[in-house]
């Protein structure tokens, strides 16, 4: 008997018998007027961090297409002093996907703030 309730656990585990939470909340924000205040504070954050984080990610696409136009002219002059001929274009030498992987937590920060002020939050199953 003890053995079946050991292998339901596993099997339970395994597939996942857990209710999946894909980082759904409903918020529910505190009640004080201080608990209040430090939420509007953890807001202003968040948006500062997306704002930063959408300037870095800007500056790094334009990092990446300089340095893809650098590398593609390279290959140009590299391939016409070789005799051969140009297979390649500009856009072969640029991975912009490196510039989002980086990716941002704000809201797994603005989370944080709103529960350290006193919010709950409620995980919505999948």
């Keep these: ?20 939470y894909k980082g759904a909340y409903d918020f529910i924000p505190p009640s004080s007027e201080s608990g209040q205040t430090c939420v509007a504070n953890c807001e202003v954050a968040k948006v500062h961090c997306e ?6 990610n800007g500056e790094c696409l334009t990092r ?6 650098a590398d593609y002219e390279d290959y ?19 991975d912009n996907r490196v510039c989002y992987r980086r990716g941002c937590d704000c809201q797994i920060e603005y989370r ?4 350290l002020c006193g919010g709950q939050l409620v995980a919505k199953a999948e």
């Design 1 to 20: 008997m003890l053995h079946r309730i050991i292998l339901g656990g596993l099997m339970c585990l395994l597939v996942g018998c857990a209710n999946n």
């Design 51 to 56: 704002k930063v984080c959408q300037k870095d």
């Design 76 to 94: 140009l002059a590299m391939q016409r002093e070789a005799g051969e001929p140009v297979t390649r274009n500009k856009a072969s030498f640029s």
């Design 64 to 69: 990446m297409a300089e340095q893809a136009q």
């Design 112 to 115: 944080e703030c709103f529960q």
